[in-house]
């Protein structure tokens, strides 16, 4: 009998956010999935640890080159080095931050599973952004409000999206954050922009507007803007 492959949502960093569902599924399979990026997913771990034991780990290499090709054929390595295990009957759980179908190299992995004909599931998990809400004690969206999700990492233009009508969420910054903070503050945002750094992780630090986070030294992979359209 073939194992299954569960992509496991760990959430944006506090163990205690992980789902029941999560931690049973951690618990059942013999193969533990790790994705490494250079991007935080070791992060992902680090939040499980405690549920895996001395259970098999598999690294899993993702390429971030700009180059597709190289890209596409990282994950396909990934996912022949997962099968493996699976034909061994073994189930096999990919850990991912957030949620495994929100910007996660889980989903890349999971379409060629199950073009193999393996059998994969997905669990849930809560996002950075809602966790980031949570701690401010805002609402993301509001009776008819839209909430645009904004990846920004990469340097593209963003500028439609940032002028797209409802409260946005941006994420995958990067390098690409003093570029979108001034982007930001041109369109009156720089009051209505909060920043939430490391959130649920130790570390943590929430900034009410820009003017407050400019003003701190904190950036990287672990930061996030909620912007309100409306004061």
Same mark, same amino acid.
């Given at each position: 009998?073939?194992?299954?492959?569960?992509?496991?949502?760990?959430?944006?960093?506090?163990?205690?956010?992980?789902?029941?569902?999560?931690?049973?599924?951690?618990?059942?399979?013999?193969?533990?999935?790790?994705?490494?990026?250079?991007?935080?997913?070791?992060?992902?771990?680090?939040?499980?640890?405690?549920?895996?034991?001395?259970?098999?780990?598999?690294?899993?290499?993702?390429?971030?080159?700009?180059?597709?090709?190289?890209?596409?054929?990282?994950?396909?390595?990934?996912?022949?080095?997962?099968?493996?295990?699976?034909?061994?009957?073994?189930?096999?759980?990919?850990?991912?931050?957030?949620?495994?179908?929100?910007?996660?190299?889980?989903?890349?992995?999971?379409? $060629?599973?199950?073009?193999?004909?393996?059998?994969?599931?997905? $669990?849930? +998990?809560?996002?950075?952004?809602?966790?980031?809400?949570?701690?401010?004690?805002?609402?993301?969206?509001?009776?008819?409000?839209?909430?645009?999700?904004?990846?920004?990492?990469?340097?593209?233009?963003?500028?439609?999206?940032?002028?797209?009508? +409802?409260?946005?969420?941006?994420?995958?910054?990067?390098?690409?954050?003093?570029?979108?903070?001034?982007?930001?503050?041109?369109?009156?945002?720089?009051?209505?922009?909060? $920043?939430?750094?490391?959130?649920?992780?130790?570390?943590?630090?929430?900034?009410?507007?820009? +003017?407050?986070?400019?003003?701190?030294?904190?950036?990287?992979?672990?930061?996030?803007?909620?912007?309100?359209?409306? +004061?």
């Amino acid at each position: 009998m073939k194992g299954m492959l569960y992509g496991i949502g760990a959430g944006p960093g506090d163990p205690e956010l992980l789902t029941l569902k999560a931690v049973d599924a951690l618990r059942r399979c013999g193969v533990i999935a790790v994705p490494k990026t250079g991007n935080g997913e070791g992060a992902a771990f680090s939040i499980v640890e405690q549920y895996v034991g001395g259970k098999e780990l598999l690294e899993c290499h993702f390429s971030m080159d700009r180059d597709i090709v190289k890209r596409k054929e990282s994950r396909r390595q990934c996912a022949e080095r997962i099968a493996r295990r699976l034909e061994d009957g073994v189930d096999v759980g990919y850990v991912t931050l957030g949620d495994p179908t929100t910007y996660s190299t889980y989903m890349y992995v999971h379409e $060629i599973i199950t073009g193999m004909g393996f059998e994969a599931a997905i $669990i849930p +998990g809560i996002t950075s952004y809602a966790a980031a809400a949570a701690a401010f004690g805002d609402a993301l969206c509001e009776g008819g409000d839209i909430l645009t999700i904004i990846p920004a990492r990469h340097g593209e233009n963003i500028d439609d999206l940032l002028d797209y009508p +409802g409260n946005k969420v941006i994420m995958k910054s990067g390098n690409n954050l003093a570029n979108v903070i001034d982007r930001l503050k041109a369109r009156g945002y720089a009051a209505r922009t909060k $920043i939430a750094y490391r959130v649920t992780m130790d570390g943590q630090r929430l900034f009410a507007d820009l +003017g407050e986070f400019e003003s701190s030294p904190e950036t990287g992979y672990f930061t996030l803007a909620l912007v309100r359209e409306k +004061g």
